[in-house]
Every structure is written in C-alpha cells, then in structure tokens.
C-alpha cells in the first residue's frame, strides 16, 4: 500500500509531526507544495496535516477537491488538545471526526509575520483581560510568549488508525472513509 505524508507548515510545528508520522509509519513525506496533483492520487493512503488557522486546517480545501479514497487529515494548533476542540475542527472543515486528529504545535512568534502577529496579539490581549482564567487560558498565555508543545506520544492514535485502515484493505474488507 503506498502511503504517504503530505503537510503544510509556517513555523515548523507540523513539519515536526509530519516527519515523526511518517518514520512511524515507514512512508513517504513531502512538502504539499513540492506536489503535483497527478503524484498525489496516485497514492494509496495520503495522510494531509496543516497548520490551524482560526479554526481552519491550512490548505485542507485544497486537498479536500481532489477527492481521495483515502485521506487522513491531522491539525496543528496552539490550543491544548481536547474532544471539544477536535469536534470544533472537524465540524468547521466538514471533516468526520473518525478521521481527523488534532495536535497541540506550539508558537514562534520569531517567524510569524507582522499582520498575524497583530491578530494574535488580539486575542491574546482578549485572554488577559480574562477575570476569570481556565487553566486553558493560562496556558495560552504562556504559549504565546513562544513554546514548543508538540509531544512524539500524541501521534500514537492516528498511527493506530491509519495502521488499522492498512489492515483491512489487506484482508480485502476495507470501509470506505
Ligand atoms: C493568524 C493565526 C491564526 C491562528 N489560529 C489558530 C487557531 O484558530 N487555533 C489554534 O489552536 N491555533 C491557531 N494559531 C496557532 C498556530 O496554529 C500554531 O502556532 C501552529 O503550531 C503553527 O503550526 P506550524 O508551525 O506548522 O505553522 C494561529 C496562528 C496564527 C499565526
């Protein structure tokens, strides 16, 4: 089965997880940008990561009009992964949330550009006027000085799946995604 790893990144956060998932799962990696549409379907398996954008897997529209069997699509953000926040994603990108992970990334204001800085520092400000802060928020707050969250571990269900989708298209039953 051909596999393949196939992201999208500002910073370098999901650039990092891309390349994890693809040494976990032995396949290729490629940058979307380097790909031609005839490269891409012909791939068995493409597992699509981008980086989120209020709420928005980068790219992913792209991706998505070409209509692949069998696509996998993981985001990374700077928010604290959690069901909501996946359910969120997965409802605003139309994506079901059977195949659709989010990663904690991190952020680096160092390589984010003046025009999105501005809208972060929106809604940081936002958080700090905040009375009353989750430990959510307090969090944010601290990535928003610059941190790198992302964890090798969180991968682990996404590689469990796409292993699984593996499986059952070798034994001939595979379900439709
Ligand atoms: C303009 C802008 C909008 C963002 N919107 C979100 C968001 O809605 N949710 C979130 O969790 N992170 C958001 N982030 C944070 C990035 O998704 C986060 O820094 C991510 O790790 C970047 O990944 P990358 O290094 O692969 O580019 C935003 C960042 C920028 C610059």
């Known amino acids: ?27 290729e990696i490629k940058e979307y940008k ?4 005839d490269e891409l379907i012909s791939y068995d398996m493409v ?7 209020g709420n928005m ?7 998505k009009a070409l209509n692949l069997k069998n696509l996998v699509v993981f985001g990374v953000g700077m928010s604290v992964s959690n069901e909501e926040i996946e359910k969120r ?15 904690e990334g991190g952020y680096n204001p160092k390589k984010v550009g003046f025009l999105k800085k501005m809208m972060m520092n929106m809604i940081k400000k936002s958080i700090e006027q905040k009375v009353e802060k989750t430990s959510e928020d307090i969090h944010m707050l601290e990535t928003f ?3 790198d969250n992302t964890k090798r571990e969180y991968i682990k269900p996404l590689v469990q799946y796409v ?15």
């Open 145 to 147: 000085q610059g941190a």
């Open 47 to 53: 597992i699509y990561g981008g980086w989120i954008m």
């Open 89 to 103: 994603i997965a409802e605003q990108n139309k994506i079901s949330t059977e195949r659709l992970f989010y990663f």
């Open 34 to 37: 380097k790909m031609k549409t």
């Open 57 to 63: 897997v980068y790219g992913y529209d792209k991706i």
């Open 163 to 177: 292993d699984e989708r593996k499986r059952y298209r070798e034994i001939g039953c595979e379900k439709e995604l």
């Open 1 to 27: 089965m051909k596999r393949i790893v196939v992201y999208q990144s500002s910073t370098g956060f999901t650039a990092k997880y891309a390349s994890w998932i693809a040494e976990e799962l032995g396949c």
